[in-house]
């Protein structure tokens, strides 16, 4: 009784302290701008974790396309990263995680919509499904990428960036490395006649990694122009059924379980208590 009283007031006092706006104000050349820095330090612990899933192109935009001669395998990206998120949003334990998806149906979305609809839902986690494509059938394999930099300033009254050369290093960067090398030990281990091509930091901004304020993941699981990847997509194998059971369990070991104490997100608060001068 007495440690459930502790542990109770513990949680209280912990709680209080993040409830404390650990964002220093804005300087006044700054003023109708927020930085990557004051989104990521007012982030806020969550007991139920926001994870959202990013089926990535759709509707006019196709994404890529196998162009196969056979129905079978002629496959497109939006329909297989759609396929993905709704059987990975089917996986999730809705008590544990509140899962969004941005698109549930072959409807396209530009990207700064989408990123505007990430940054009203304050993330834990963002994974974009992709698959990938090339001119070379012999190119194959699946890769994961964070960005290397995120975006820093946005202009809040038109929630558009002000210019893409202001950016900062992303201080998910650490974490998401981490949690990368497990996802790929654990896909190697599935699927070992796919081609590991490793964990990418790219530096090419890619809008989902780069323009959001949040730890920001993108999969590529294959390419639907490989040659040897083609065959991971046919309605026969269960291939994109075991990545997407790899990425439910990745997410749910990755994320604690909320415990009898305070929860701390593997994400979310680390980049803030680091800020602290
Ligand atoms: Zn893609």
Redesign the pocket.
């Known amino acids: 009784m007495q440690k459930t009283l502790v542990i109770l007031l513990l949680s209280i006092v912990l709680f209080s302290c993040d409830q404390k706006p650990e964002t220093a104000a804005a300087p006044q050349e700054k003023k109708g701008y927020w930085t990557a820095l004051d989104k990521i330090r007012t982030k806020e612990t969550n007991p139920r974790p926001v994870i959202i899933l990013d089926a ?2 759709g509707g006019i935009d196709p ?2 396309l196998s162009n196969h001669d056979s129905t079978e395998l002629n496959v497109k ?1 939006k329909d297989l990263t759609l396929y993905m998120s709704e059987q990975l949003y089917k996986k999730l334990d809705k008590d544990r995680f509140n899962v969004i998806r941005i698109r549930k149906k072959d409807t396209d979305f530009h990207r700064h919509e989408r990123t505007r609809y990430i940054e009203q839902a304050n993330p834990d986690l963002l994974i974009s499904l ?2 990938n494509w090339d001119r070379d059938s012999n190119t194959n394999g699946f890769e994961f990428a964070y960005s290397g930099r995120i975006l820093n300033y946005v202009d809040t009254n038109k929630k558009k960036p002000l210019g893409d050369t202001v950016n900062i290093k992303n201080p998910f960067a650490e974490q998401l490395t981490k949690y990368c090398q497990t996802l790929s030990a654990n896909t190697k281990r599935a699927f070992s006649g796919m081609r590991n091509r490793g964990i990418k930091e790219r530096t090419d901004r890619i809008w989902m990694l780069y323009g959001v304020h949040y730890p920001s993941l993108l999969v590529e699981f294959g390419f639907v122009t490989g040659k040897h990847d083609i065959f991971y997509y046919q309605k026969t194998s269960d291939s994109l059924d075991m990545f997407v059971n790899i990425l439910a369990k990745s997410i749910t070991s990755f994320f604690p379980p909320p415990p009898d104490s305070v929860y701390v997100p593997p994400f979310g608060m680390m980049p803030a208590m680091e800020a602290k001068e």
């Open positions: 990535g192109h994404g890529g990206e992709h698959t």
